[in-house]
């Protein structure tokens, strides 16, 4: 049986996705080798490293976007058919992803964006607005916190700050009931106060009993939040670290080592070279 054979609200599994032994190559560039990652339930996972290590690639993969050369990937321990697995099977399987680059109709009402391709509909067939706006503006107030801030699901997404943008984007995956949700770089080019903001929304991620992966190149948010990080090196997991193993500043030494000469120092207890 295949994941996409599978109900998605199963109960009995360990790990959101799984990845083993996971590699992919165009021509003779190597994107991605022997990826072995596994994400858990209930946790965020930071996957960290310098532009052009594979995060993006490896994302790509476990959501359906490409098709590694070699490797294995389980979702909630069953394995995928590749021949079967895409982006509308992830996301019947209840992964979504937030990327950093704009994902929202700026002229669109907020309500709109929130069920842009996934529209509530009555017995006719027909859109029902009254419903999709009621639902917008409860999770604006009840699961995303706008309150008093002249903020409903008839604003335009234009008038949105950066920060409020990401957290109708993160809204969205977690209505839709996402068992996983991966956010690319959220935080990128936001104002501090923004940043703020975008990272209490990803600490609900985590309240609501969800996973997430979150590609960051801000260490100190990342370190923040993340339960574990992962970081990738030229297309390899080259450190698996626990939360707390490693300070800030000893992980951007180490980071620092992995650009200057192509392997790093040896690092702390719990990671994994």
């Not at 069920?115 to 503006?137: L, P, S």
């Not at 977690?174 to 975008?198: G, N, Q």
């Not at 390899?236 to 992980?251: C, H, N, W």
């Amino acid at each position: 049986m295949t994941a996409s054979d599978a109900a998605p609200a199963t109960s009995a599994w360990r790990h959101i996705v799984r990845a083993q032994g996971i590699s992919l190559s165009y021509g003779k560039i190597r994107a991605l080798s022997s990826i072995d990652l596994a994400i858990g339930r209930n946790e965020i996972v930071g996957l960290i490293g310098d532009n052009g290590a594979g995060k993006s690639t490896l994302i790509k993969v476990l959501t359906g976007v490409v098709r590694p050369s070699t490797g294995k990937l389980f979702i909630r321990d069953k394995e995928v058919d590749w021949r079967r697995f895409s982006v509308r099977e992830a996301h019947r399987l209840r992964f979504e992803t937030v990327y950093q680059e704009k994902s929202l109709g700026e002229k669109q009402p907020l309500w709109r964006n929130f069920f842009v391709g996934r529209q509530i509909t009555n017995r006719f067939g027909f859109i029902n607005v009254a419903e999709e706006r009621r639902i917008a503006n409860d999770i604006l107030k009840h699961q995303l916190g706008f309150r008093g801030e002249g903020i409903d699901a008839d604003s335009l997404i234009a008038k949105l700050s950066g920060g409020e943008r990401q957290g109708v984007a993160i809204g969205r995956a977690m209505y839709f009931e996402s068992d996983l949700i991966v956010l690319d770089e959220p935080t990128v080019a936001l104002a501090i106060s923004e940043v703020r903001k975008v990272l209490d929304f990803v600490r609900s991620i985590k309240e609501s009993g969800r996973a997430c992966i979150y590609i960051e190149h801000n260490l100190a948010h990342v370190h923040e939040l993340a339960d574990r990080l992962v970081v990738l090196d030229r297309g390899r997991i080259v450190a698996d670290i626990k939360s707390g193993e490693m300070s800030l500043e000893e992980l951007t030494r180490y980071l620092i080592s992995l650009q200057q000469s192509g392997h790093g120092p040896a690092p702390v207890a719990g990671t994994r070279t």
